[in-house]
């Protein structure tokens, strides 16, 4: 066998290997969610009766809620302060504390989120004490889910703005549009797709997060992975594997139908530079 024939197939194999690695517990997940018997370990038909336990089960019903409001609400506000802290430092190279300010922005990237969540949670018991304000609950969660879906949001929208051309940008100042609508006409359709991306990725690490929820959370505030991670203690149910699957299925349709988006919209953007070549 050639050496780039056996490259190749070890290549092929190892990328199977590794998704393999990645996706074969979640197919298991959604499978045992499925299995009449209560034990994860052996299979005893099939059965939609963990479905339907999820509709008496109001703890993690709640939990799910709650999930999906401070992971689309954390998504959004992280969409627009990571766009913001990526215009200041694509845009303005040089201004004074710009070493700090890039390096506060990113510091939740690199930090053990046990840290983090020690931190936010020593700060806003001193605000709490001080002020009578706020409350542990939804909004500490979502301040701290925020400060950590910033940073991711940055640094996706700042590695999308420093591939744009300037010249763009100047060509529309110089036929007269103003700043304002440079960023709305011209800036922001070449950044949707970043943007979009930005989003999707904050709003999946805000929905599985325990470590800063666990920190942040307080009474009736409890999130679906806090739900699941406390029940993993004692046993877990067989309905919790039901709740994981419905929220894979979610988040792959979601996925799945923002990737059509930002590739249909990539062509298009493709095909009237092209035409606007051509003329």
């Known amino acids: 066998m050639k050496a780039s024939k056996?490259?190749?197939?070890?290549?092929?194999?190892?990328?199977?290997?590794?998704?393999?690695?990645?996706?074969l517990p979640i197919v298991a997940l959604v499978v045992y969610s499925f299995n009449d018997s209560p034990l994860p370990n052996s299979w005893r038909g099939f059965t939609l009766k963990w479905y339907q336990a999820l509709l008496s089960d109001g703890e993690i019903v709640a939990g799910l809620w709650l999930s999906l409001k401070i992971a689309f609400l954390t998504a959004c506000g992280s969409v627009v302060m990571g766009t913001l802290a990526a215009f200041v430092l694509v845009k303005y190279k040089r201004f004074r504390g710009r070493t700090v300010f890039s390096g506060m922005v990113t510091a939740p990237l690199v930090m053990p989120e046990v840290v983090v969540g020690l931190s936010l949670l020593l700060m806003l018991v001193s605000v709490q004490r001080a002020l009578g304000f706020p409350e542990r609950g939804m909004m500490t969660i979502w301040l701290g889910h925020l400060l950590l879906g910033m940073a991711y949001a940055t640094v996706v929208v700042q590695a999308r703005l420093q591939e744009l051309n300037p010249q763009l940008e100047e060509a529309a100042m110089d036929l007269g549009a103003r700043?304002?609508?440079?960023?709305?006409?011209?800036?922001?359709?070449?950044?949707?797709?970043?943007?979009?991306?930005?989003?999707?990725?904050?709003?999946?690490?805000?929905l599985d997060d325990v470590v800063l929820s666990n920190f942040l959370s307080g009474p009736g505030s409890t999130t679906m992975p806090l739900v699941i991670f406390s029940r993993a203690k004692l046993g877990l149910n067989p309905s919790v594997n039901a709740i994981a699957t419905i929220t894979v299925v979610v988040v792959a349709i979601g996925v799945l139908i923002a990737s059509y988006m930002i590739a249909r919209a990539e062509r298009q953007r493709t095909l009237d530079l092209a035409a606007a070549a051509r003329a």
């Not at 304002?180 to 970043?194: D, E, G, K, R, Y």
């Open 6 to 23: 056996f490259n190749q197939w070890f290549g092929r194999a190892w990328l199977g290997a590794g998704y393999a690695f990645l996706f």
């Open 179 to 206: 700043p304002a609508q440079v960023f709305w006409l011209v800036t922001l359709p070449m950044i949707a797709q970043s943007l979009a991306s930005a989003w999707l990725l904050t709003f999946t690490i805000s």
